[in-house]
């Protein structure tokens, strides 16, 4: 059977962009980085210190599986913005916020209250969007007053 | 830098500062460093409706959210949603529904009070304003929330 999610994909615009991005204003840590032969593919991971099974390759549009037409219309997919690449969870949303945005980190909303937690949004350097979730204790809450 | 990027660079604006009266098109086309004329071109290229089409949109939708379920005015939620005329909102709400905002309501929202209360509605969509033009508030974004539903 299956056992869980091992790696997920972010198509990302440049490597060496995206690995600064999601270690150094992210706080991730580079699990994998290697090329395969002179001018092969990268394959370069990243993921949370916290949950070492499960990482994120970050791999450019393009290689041997993509023809040129589709490399390009998913490239410009990421950078209009218009793909979003999961969901980031965190203990502290206030002060992680504050942290990620003083690192420069594009935020679309900041921290707000949801029935599933309390939630922000940004965007990582090359366009794709993450939800940035406190997860509310208890589960989801679609029975809380609030009438002020 | 690309020049897709600085498009969503503008759009990423409206989505974040829609509530906000003073966010004209010299605001956004400054977040893309283009002029008014080039914006206007490049942005509808991209995203299919200009500028001004765009952040119209996002703010009827809000208001739409907003007549269906909280128990505010029409004129609150005219100036909630970033519309500083209450004859402007009413006539572009109209352009886009169909209805005029009294008619949307009527006909959408149910008997008996209504579903949000005003104060939680108005938190959500980005805080009290002391004033229309008042400054950049919190941002918010229905859309957004949409979209975050979608990757939950």
């Known amino acids: 059977m299956i056992k869980g999610l091992a790696i997920s994909t972010v198509w990302v615009l440049d490597q060496d962009r995206a690995k600064e991005f999601y270690t150094q204003k992210l706080g991730l840590e580079v699990r994998t980085d290697m090329t395969m032969g002179e001018g092969g593919m990268r394959w370069l991971t990243v993921g949370s210190p916290n949950q070492p099974e499960v990482e994120l390759t970050l791999m450019v549009p393009g290689g041997p599986a993509m023809d040129p037409e589709s490399a390009e219309m998913l490239r410009k997919l990421v950078t209009k913005g218009a793909l979003g690449a999961g969901v980031l969870t965190t203990d502290d949303i206030h002060g992680d916020y504050k942290k990620l945005k003083d690192r420069g980190v594009e935020f679309l909303q900041e921290p707000q209250e949801r029935p599933y937690g309390t939630e922000a949004l940004f965007r990582d350097d090359s366009g794709n969007w993450f939800s940035f979730t406190q997860p509310r204790e208890g589960g989801l809450d679609m029975d809380q007053d609030w009438t002020c | ?152």
């Open chain 2, 1 to 152: 830098m690309d020049k897709t990027r600085q498009i969503r660079l503008a759009k990423d604006a409206m989505d974040r500062d829609w509530a906000d009266p003073g966010l004209d098109l010299d605001t956004v086309a400054a977040h893309a460093g283009y002029s008014r004329y080039h914006f206007i071109r490049a942005f509808k290229e991209a995203y299919g409706e200009t500028p001004g089409q765009y952040l119209t949109h996002r703010r009827i939708e809000r208001a739409e959210d907003l007549l269906r379920t909280a128990n505010l005015s029409v004129t609150e939620i005219c100036h909630l949603v970033g519309f500083s005329s209450v004859g402007t909102f009413s006539a572009r709400f109209k352009t886009w529904t169909g209805l005029t905002p009294s008619e949307y309501r009527t006909k959408h929202v149910g008997r008996g009070a209504a579903l949000i209360p005003g104060c939680y509605a108005m938190l959500w969509a980005g805080g009290f304003r002391s004033a229309p033009g008042a400054g950049k508030q919190n941002p918010s974004g229905e859309a957004q929330q949409r979209n975050s539903g979608e990757a939950g």
